[in-house]
């Protein structure tokens, strides 16, 4: 039989020498959901709207780490790594794209500029070369007006060319005239492609004639940017109904 001293040892055994029982700590299963999506935040790299997984991470991450009383929750350390996964990928999902339109933005303005200066300098056999492909253009080397003479159907083209009326605009404004912008350079994704449109205004004043290009950028087989002008025209403004009936 176990007398009144056994079992007042055993009681004493539970409570306070050293056998009491730790308790365990608290899961917070957000800080794994952070994690995780942490992790997928890496997509924002190549898709924009994937920079929501980045701002949910950061969202579970907070609530992961919410102030807690007693032992550390299981789940708060990882959500720290989630949060700075989170915070990494999605800085660098938003500013890759707005430093790739910056450097088009400022390549498609010194495109477009030294086009008006070939067609105002006379060269418009070069500036029709910046209408091709880049492997179609032909070689700087070989005499450019000769070859567009000796082919009658590239000649025609040639005289279009020449009595455009944006051609004889920049013709007679002269090579010095200071075309200005007349409003940001649009940098914009179309059908699996990069675009440009530049749209300029009349540098003199002496008419309200607005320029608009259209250029598209293509990557080279040795992995060079390459622009070319795909539509010079006077500006047109879409017109659109007030109301659809």
């Not at 009681?11 to 308790?23: D, R």
């Not at 200066?117 to 700087?140: F, I």
Request: glycine share 8%; proline share 4%.
């Amino acid at each position: 039989m176990t007398d009144e001293r056994d079992e007042k040892t055993m009681l004493g055994m539970g409570s306070g020498n050293g056998f009491e029982f730790e308790e365990s700590p608290p899961l917070r299963v957000t800080g794994y959901v952070c994690l995780l999506l942490g992790v997928l935040s890496v997509f924002s790299l190549l898709f924009k709207p994937m920079l929501l997984l980045a701002l949910g991470s950061i969202v579970f991450g907070l609530i992961a780490l919410r102030k807690h009383d007693g032992p550390r929750p299981a789940g708060t350390r990882v959500a720290m790594w989630g949060i700075v996964l989170s915070l990494g990928f999605g800085a660098c999902g938003y500013t890759i794209p707005l430093m790739k339109q910056a450097t088009l933005s400022r390549q498609a303005e010194e495109f477009a500029s030294q086009y008006i200066e070939l067609v105002a300098l006379g060269h418009d056999e070069h500036a029709m070369e910046l209408k091709k492909e880049w492997y179609n253009r032909l070689s700087t080397d070989m005499n450019l007006a000769d070859h567009y003479l000796s082919d009658p159907r590239i000649s025609e083209s040639l005289v279009q060319f020449k009595t455009a009326v944006v051609n004889r605009e920049f013709k007679r404004r002269g090579p010095k005239a200071a075309w200005e912008l007349d409003r940001p350079i649009r940098i914009y994704y179309q059908y699996g492609k990069d675009h440009a449109e530049v749209i300029w205004s009349d540098p003199t004043g002496e008419s309200e004639l607005t320029v608009q290009m259209i250029m598209d950028y293509r990557v080279d087989s040795k992995g060079r940017g390459q622009w070319l002008m795909n539509l010079v025209q006077p500006l047109r403004e879409r017109l659109v109904a007030d109301s659809v009936l």
